[in-house]
């Protein structure tokens, strides 16, 4: 089942060229059931890399960009009042979908945020008391600009623990601009995406992600590093167990795009920094040294002592 996973990533690349590690991480995602927050520079790929998924996995795909008078009723649907049958209908909104691109969530109100990641975290929605189930599987890409902060409303923390890895793209190198520049002179390489999984082997893939073993010695070291930040001082708020169950599972999606139905400690490591480093607050005493979140943990990565062998 790892070679579907490999081939997926194969299709997204003919898109989105020398960001590899991204790709792999959004997929790691989707396979573990979570949500993305991707926080960039506008023109760097974002809309491309979501609607690349949704034609690689064969996932209905909607895409909403968020403003200050953006709804929630935008997002969970509304009833509308039909006249020829004396009833309400239901007129279903964006989170309908498989993939849901949700571009610049800090541009609208915290009314319409909190309606976005409702959905996120309980695969439904409820409207006039009708309470209706997502399509499976549901998939949220978030992103918000970190330049210009006019006419913005940044997630609280509480809201960005729901994302399980926040992620950012970042400018290609001059290698691969030249390769994006060349590839779409003459043609669009969207079209020549090919869907790999179906809806049903998509689901199956994520069972497989949900087996993979992680020993007993692999859960302590992953509750340690999550200790670890609530005990740092240049943290001041740490990994909550939220954020401890979406570090497992995004150590066994890693275990499995590697090849392996078993979790080793290296797993964590390589995710470890995506997972957390939307999840801690720095200290005031850290800000004025100057230390960044992903220091912070890098420093507690070589603190914390790894098992010294799988059983």
């Known amino acids: 089942m790892q070679n579907a996973a490999i081939q997926i990533m194969d299709e997204i690349k003919?898109?989105?060229?020398?960001?590899?590690?991204?790709?792999?991480?959004?997929?790691?995602?989707?396979?573990?059931?979570?949500?993305?927050l991707l926080e960039d520079v506008p023109g760097v790929g974002k809309t491309t890399l979501a609607l690349a998924f949704s034609k690689a996995l064969g996932l209905d795909y909607k895409r909403v960009q968020f403003t200050s008078d953006s709804l929630p009723s935008d997002i969970v649907g509304f009833s509308v009042y039909d006249k020829n049958t004396n009833d309400f209908i239901y007129k279903a909104g964006a989170a309908m979908t498989n993939i849901l691109l949700a571009d610049e969530i800090n541009r609208t109100s915290s009314k319409t945020q909190a309606a976005l990641l409702e959905t996120m975290e309980e695969k439904q929605v409820t409207v006039d008391g009708v309470t209706r189930k997502l399509p499976d599987p549901f998939f949220v890409l978030a992103t918000q600009n970190p330049v210009g902060s006019a006419g913005t409303q940044m997630l609280p923390n509480s809201q960005m623990d729901r994302f399980i890895v926040k992620l950012g793209m970042g400018y290609p190198d001059i290698a691969s601009q030249v390769g994006i520049l060349k590839d779409r002179h003459q043609k669009n390489p969207l079209d020549e995406v090919k869907q790999v999984v179906t809806k049903e082997e998509l689901l199956a893939l994520q069972d497989a992600v949900e087996a993979v073993h992680l020993a007993d010695a692999m859960y302590e070291y992953i509750a340690r590093l999550a200790d670890a930040?609530?005990?740092?001082?240049?943290?001041?708020?740490g990994i909550s167990p939220r954020g401890t169950l979406a570090l497992c599972r995004m150590v066994k999606a890693y275990a499995f795009i590697s090849g392996r139905d078993y979790a080793v400690p290296?797993?964590?490591?390589?995710?470890?920094?995506d997972v957390c480093n939307h999840r801690i607050i720095i200290s005031p005493k850290a800000k004025i040294g100057g230390l960044q979140a992903d220091e912070i943990l890098e420093h507690l990565l070589t603190t914390v002592p790894m098992p010294e062998q799988q059983a």
């Open 14 to 36: 003919k898109v989105i060229v020398g960001k590899d590690a991204v790709i792999a991480k959004v997929l790691m995602a989707i396979l573990s059931r979570g949500h993305v």
């Open 229 to 237: 930040t609530r005990r740092e001082e240049m943290i001041q708020l």
């Open 266 to 273: 290296e797993d964590v490591l390589a995710v470890f920094k």
